[in-house]
């Protein structure tokens, strides 16, 4: 089917308390592996290409792969922008054809990262296309594990959060509980009381980054809270690098990128099932189409409004 916003689909989310998967792709195999897992579980899935994947490959590149498998595809995909950090990187995104953004201005002083977000929400709506900012700021664990105290400084409150959501019109809220972006291990604890406080004042879908850092019984908790899409990168990446490192281990004469990049794949594709089981999002695809004829959606073939920001 069409590629899908992510506006609609989180709506019903958050209303029947399951999340969405949202797994980034690096690559062409890892996108597969995503969508493949969707289409077995019978889930609707988020696709999402991060600044640096778009450094790495190319926005329209990437963005042409999830198309094509999307289209292919008999569940509900969306092709989501992860972390856009400047203006410029959500445009071209917009401009590729990118169903769905983020803004993620979390590193600016409050009031400019509420100028900037309003502006492109305001660029996004008029050409149809949802967006995701982010307040608080969920750090980064690149260097090494972070302390409870550490991790405390960054939280997102829940008067600053409601205070974002009214000022920007934003469709959806990413907000720092607790996790961290690039954790190898689940080690994070999130702060389950804090996410129901948000959720309480924010009536739209919250979204959880940094999942591959966070136990499978605190992300249930986080999900039965408020949390209605959950970012899963770093767990990917790893099952992918390790899945072709034992091959190629194994295979010392092996050459032929087809013989290890199929088992690499199947390797995050398992990964991605088991995420959308815990989710709760599987066998929940024919709902998510039954709610967009409901209401009247129709799928996108990418933002074909694009030219309003030229």
Do not use: W
Request: charged share 25%.
């Amino acid at each position: 089917m069409p590629l899908v916003d992510s506006k609609a689909m989180l709506i019903y989310a958050m209303e029947h308390e399951f999340a969405v998967g949202a797994f980034n792709a690096n690559n062409m195999e890892i996108a597969q592996a995503i969508v493949e897992a969707a289409e077995e579980e019978k889930a609707p899935v988020i696709v999402q290409i991060s600044q640096g994947a778009i450094e790495y490959a190319g926005e329209n590149c990437l963005f042409a792969i999830v198309k094509v498998l999307a289209d292919k595809a008999k569940v509900p995909v969306v092709c989501h922008l992860d972390h856009g950090v400047d203006f410029h990187t959500v445009i071209r995104a917009l401009r590729a054809g990118f169903t769905s953004l983020m803004f993620d201005g979390s590193s600016l002083p409050f009031e400019e990262n509420v100028k900037i977000t309003k502006n492109l929400v305001e660029i996004a709506h008029a050409a149809g296309v949802p967006l995701e900012a982010e307040i608080g700021k969920v750090p980064d664990a690149a260097k090494g594990p972070l302390s409870p105290e550490e991790i405390k400084k960054y939280l997102t409150t829940p008067e600053e959060a409601l205070e974002f959501f009214e000022r920007t019109g934003v469709d959806s809220l990413a907000v720092s509980v607790g996790s961290a972006h690039r954790m190898k291990v689940q080690s994070a604890e999130l702060d389950i009381e804090r996410i129901a406080q948000i959720r309480e004042k924010v009536k739209a879908p919250l979204v959880l980054h940094g999942a591959s850092g966070v136990k499978d019984d605190s992300v249930v908790k986080a999900i039965r809270a408020g949390i209605a899409k959950i970012n899963f990168a770093t767990e990917l990446n790893k099952a992918f690098t390790l899945a072709l490192r034992q091959k190629l281990s194994s295979e010392l004469e092996l050459v032929d990128v087809r013989k290890y990049g199929n088992v690499a794949r199947e390797n995050v594709k398992n990964i991605v099932r088991k995420k959308i089981q815990l989710l709760g999002s599987s066998k929940k695809a024919q709902d998510i189409i039954n709610y967009f004829s409901a209401n009247n959606y129709v799928g996108k073939e990418g933002s074909d409004k694009a030219q309003i920001i030229e």
